[in-house]
């Protein structure tokens, strides 16, 4: 089956640039799909296909791709956004499973 | 506006089975793909299973295959998930997600996401 991978914690100082990193075969057939939670709440899609919001998210939020990597960027992190963010797709080889990175701790300094 | 809310969770002792539900509400829930996701205490989101629109195609990950089901309504607007034989790392929050899917012609990427989500139920599998 297939699998993503992912940084299990990451660091930004208020206000600043960080890049969350996405790993896997299967991005090379799908676009990774982000989602933010919080906690004790249900994740929130925050990027979608190429670079794609959702309604409501802040274009602080850009996704971008490239072979078999995807990354999620938020630009002038906020404290906020502190948060576990999972990428997901689905399994290329043609089983339809579909798979999560392990998840990004995300901490706002 | 979109609503999923999940019910049916509970304790259960070990090779016990429960029924989970999801009530969709605000879109037109026949329209859509529908998928169960689950989060063990302290881990990381596991997508567990998904159903088309019409319930034609079905999918479970290797760790539930054989034991749950899904299953969906569509005059009820409403998603199930049956589970049986259950072990103690069935133990999660299970939530259930709407799902988007299509194919990008000028890249030639696909897109498999899951844009709306349910506040979940929690499933204790503990003797």
């Known amino acids: 089956s297939s699998e993503l991978t992912q940084d299990p914690a990451v660091s930004v100082a208020l206000g600043q640039t960080v890049r969350i990193t996405c790993q896997g075969d299967s991005l090379r057939s799908y676009y990774a799909s982000w989602y933010q939670q919080k906690p004790g709440q249900a994740p929130v899609l925050v990027i979608y296909g190429k670079n794609n919001r959702p309604s409501g998210i802040p274009d602080r939020f850009s996704g971008s791709s490239s072979g078999n990597t995807a990354s999620l960027t938020i630009t002038g992190a906020q404290a906020e956004d502190e948060a576990d963010y999972y990428c997901n797709s689905r399994d290329s080889s043609g089983s339809h499973l579909g798979v999560f990175g392990g998840g990004t701790k995300l901490t706002v300094l | 506006e979109v609503q999923l809310v999940e019910s049916g969770g509970g304790l259960v002792k070990p090779g016990g089975s429960l029924r989970l539900s999801c009530a969709a509400s605000g879109f037109t829930f026949s329209s859509y793909s529908m998928n169960w996701v689950r989060q063990a205490p302290g881990k990381g989101l596991e997508w567990v299973s998904s159903?088309?629109?019409?319930?034609?195609?079905?999918h479970y990950a290797d760790s539930v295959k054989g034991r749950f089901t899904i299953s969906r309504d569509n005059a009820k607007n409403s998603l199930y998930l049956q589970m049986n034989s259950l072990r103690a790392e069935d133990t999660a929050v299970y939530y259930c997600a709407r799902e988007e899917t299509y194919y990008d012609i000028l890249s030639g990427y696909s897109l498999w996401y899951f844009d709306d989500w349910g506040q979940g139920t929690l499933v204790t599998v503990s003797s």
């Open positions: 159903i088309s629109s019409s319930s034609s195609y079905i």
